[in-house]
Structure formats: structure tokens, C-alpha cells
């Protein structure tokens, strides 16, 4: 649950594109209509007391999954920031649409891409499920680079647990 009272209104847009409601779609026409720009503070209209189940939109894939990481690589990449060099980038899946397999492909076809892009670490994250407070979740974290640390980290890993036939470490 979002828990600020304001937030700018380019910030709400996002929200109401991630988490679609025709009541919120409403009040953003407002404020545009009022000539509010997306810098100014505008009440969040997801702050509000009882508990609130967010759900977003699931797009049926255009590009394949490799496409799909090429793409938001790049607009990180392009993005103007200092430090990528110590940035850890976690690339949000979205979708349920692709499995295994096809994770296991675009990795493959990537490698040289995703390893010669600035930033420290890059790892691919799928949130599943969990309770209203976000508890007893179920995720994967998927490692596209990671630093020599990293990767000895993860070797201990594979070694000290039972890594099962799709290559999952659950610990």
C-alpha cells in the first residue's frame, strides 16, 4: 500500500498505469484539466485506510524476452545517472508469460550485451504471490551479471543446497 498523502503528479500517472482504476484515471484528467503539471504535489488518491489489493496489468508479450531485456537495459543505459558503475539493476518481470525455458534462452543470447553494460549487477526479479502485508512471499532473483564476490557467493550456494532440475536454489 502506498502510504504518502502527496506525491507529484507524474508519480500518480505511473501508479494509475501500473494499477489501472477508472476512478483514479478520473482525477488525473481533473488535474490536467486544472492545468496542475506533473511536478506539483497532488493527493494520492491510493492513500486511503482500509487495505487495498493492487493489481496490475499483465500484457500479452509483443517482443520475445530477450527483445524485452535489450530494451530496458538500453533506456537504463541511456538514462542520465551518475554511478552506474556501482548500480545493481533490477529488471522487474512483469509477466507471466514467459517460462523457464525461454529465461534461460534470452540469458544466453544476451550474455554479451548484459556484460558489457556499466552497471555492477544486473538481475532478473519475478514477485509471484504474497499475503495483504507482504509477508510469505514468493519470488525469484535471476542473476544476468554479477561481480566476482557475487558469483563466488552463488557458487556456495549451488554447492551447499539442492539446486533442482531448472537450475532453482530455494533456501
Not at 530477450?66 to 529488471?91: A, G, P
Not at 558489457?116 to 551479471?145: H, I, M, R
Request: hydrophobic share 35%.
Amino acid at each position: 500500500m502506498i502510504n504518502t498523502i502527496t506525491n507529484d503528479g507524474l508519480e500518480l500517472k505511473k501508479l494509475n498505469s501500473l494499477f489501472p482504476e477508472p476512478r483514479f484515471a478520473k482525477i488525473i484528467e481533473e488535474y490536467e484539466i486544472e492545468g496542475i503539471s506533473n511536478s506539483e504535489s497532488v493527493k494520492n488518491p491510493f492513500h486511503e485506510t482500509q487495505t487495498r489489493i493492487l493489481l496490475s496489468n499483465l500484457f500479452k508479450p509483443i517482443e520475445k524476452l530477450d527483445e524485452q531485456i535489450r530494451s530496458v537495459i538500453t533506456k537504463k543505459i541511456n538514462k542520465n545517472h551518475s554511478e552506474k558503475e556501482q548500480t545493481v539493476l533490477i529488471i522487474d518481470n512483469r509477466t507471466s508469460a514467459f517460462g523457464v525455458p525461454e529465461f534461460f534462452d534470452a540469458a544466453k543470447k544476451l550474455e554479451t550485451f548484459i556484460d558489457s553494460t556499466p552497471f555492477q549487477e544486473v538481475w532478473f526479479y519475478t514477485g509471484y504471490c504474497s499475503n495483504d502485508d507482504g509477508n510469505n512471499a514468493e519470488f525469484s532473483f535471476s542473476p544476468l551479471k554479477v561481480t566476482i564476490d557475487q558469483e563466488k557467493i552463488l557458487n556456495e550456494m549451488v554447492n551447499k543446497n539442492n539446486v533442482d532440475n531448472n537450475g532453482r536454489i530455494i533456501w
